[in-house]
């Protein structure tokens, strides 16, 4: 049994490089979290910070989208972080909606922009002592 924090990271293509950008920020609190991530975001991800500990799964409309879903129900994460590009049409729309809602349910803290993002990994890497 581990005591580490498990994050998921999932961007929109247009959000890609401002999650890696989030993520280089905070690799210091970010190396003590299993981060879970799908695959074209997990392997940006890699690629820049290689000390974290990624989990890859597959690309979000290949299913990776399900396969962080299926880690909510299952009550395995303690955040999602999930930067959406609002201003683009996504062809896998129902995935991302049933990912956020899912999240909803489930009652985990999940951050959609860097703003929201910051709070949630400072409140949960640093809590108060």
């Not at 210091?28 to 879970?36: A, K, T």
């Not at 201003?87 to 991302?96: A, K, T």
């Amino acid at each position: 049994m581990t005591d580490r924090l498990k994050f998921a990271l999932v961007a929109h293509d247009a959000c890609k490089p401002a999650l890696v950008d989030w993520a280089t920020k905070h690799a210091s609190l970010l190396e003590g979290v299993d981060i879970y991530a799908t695959g074209t975001t997990g392997g940006k991800l890699q690629d820049s910070n290689p000390k974290l500990n990624i989990h890859r799964f597959k690309s979000g409309p290949l299913g990776g989208d399900q396969q962080i879903g299926a880690l909510i129900c299952e009550g395995k994460l303690d955040a999602l972080i999930f930067f959406i590009d609002p201003l683009s049409p996504m062809p896998h729309d129902v995935d991302v909606k049933a990912l956020t809602r899912l999240a909803i349910v489930y009652d985990l803290p999940m951050a959609s922009s860097p703003a929201t993002a910051n709070f949630i990994v400072q409140a949960l890497c640093n809590p108060p002592a």
